[in-house]
């Protein structure tokens, strides 16, 4: 069974064939909200927005630890996880899906382990590769079948959100190696580490970073929603034909 978890602009997936929505209780709280248990093309799908049905969850407020433990305890074998983004490489640009492959983690205060309890030994994951090369394949294979073009590699800086940043903090990004800015793949992908849970990004992105191109002095929110709404039907079809290899993940 594959997982998706929704971000901005992917609070639901009406092609889902829904079968059943379940509430997960888990040792760290409240998940983002009922998982959404169906199929694409006989393939199991459990979705999961991470922002909430009603998109009401700030990305510093979210419950990473609920959410990754909720979709491990129900048997999702990988997390396909979708999020906005704004663009500092100067070859990117918004509408464009991207697949990651580096993480830079700039966010603070938020639950990041499962391993953080005195009665648990320490325990340190490798995170060199931060994403599933193995889903990150199988996504670009997806691509191809679907016809659609998903830009391969590139660095994602996570901040703490939920305000945008400013120009100055873009340019820092820049220098430390980032190519893409978003607010909620950490801790995200590291609990799904820990939880052995196969993880990968398709990162949307949305607009310019600040101080970039059309967002040089400021970012029309109008606009990011008009490019989300386009950008996101693409991964949607890529999603389809992802469920469509050998009956998904399953």
């Keep these: 069974m594959l997982a998706i978890l929704g971000g901005s ?20 709280g409240e998940p983002s909200g009922p998982l ?10 459990v979705f999961l927005p991470r922002h909430g049905y009603g998109h009401t969850i700030p990305p510093h407020n979210i419950n990473y630890r609920a959410n990754l433990w909720a979709l491990s305890h129900i048997g999702a074998k990988g997390v396909i996880a979708v999020a906005a983004v704004g663009a500092i490489r ?4 918004p509408g ?8 830079l983690d700039y966010t603070w205060g ?9 009665e648990t030994p320490v325990t340190h994951i490798d995170f060199t590769l931060p994403f599933d090369e193995a889903l990150r394949t199988r996504l670009r294979a997806a691509a191809k079948a679907a016809g659609k073009t ?7 800086a996570c901040t703490q959100g939920p305000r945008l940043e400013t120009a100055a903090e873009i340019n820092r990004l820049e220098r430390d190696g980032a190519d893409l800015v978003g607010m909620t793949l950490m801790p995200e992908a590291s609990l799904a580490r820990e939880l052995e849970l196969p993880y990968a990004a398709l990162a949307v992105i949305s607009n310019h970073a600040a101080g970039r191109g059309d967002s ?3 970012i029309s929110m109008s606009d990011v929603g008009r490019t989300l709404e386009t950008a996101i039907a693409d991964v949607r079809a890529l999603i389809i034909s992802l ?8």
């Design 9 to 28: 602009g992917l609070t639901s997936f009406a092609e889902l064939k829904l079968e059943r929505r379940e509430v997960i209780r888990t040792p760290y």
């Design 36 to 45: 959404s248990f169906g199929h694409l093309h006989d393939a199991p799908i």
């Design 90 to 93: 100067a070859d990117l640009h």
């Design 96 to 103: 464009a899906v991207v697949l990651p492959d580096q993480i």
């Design 110 to 118: 938020r639950n990041s382990s499962y391993f953080d309890s005195t």
């Design 150 to 156: 998903l830009v391969d590699g590139a660095c994602y």
């Design 216 to 218: 040089r002095t400021r």
């Design 243 to 250: 469920a469509a290899q050998n009956g998904g993940a399953s």
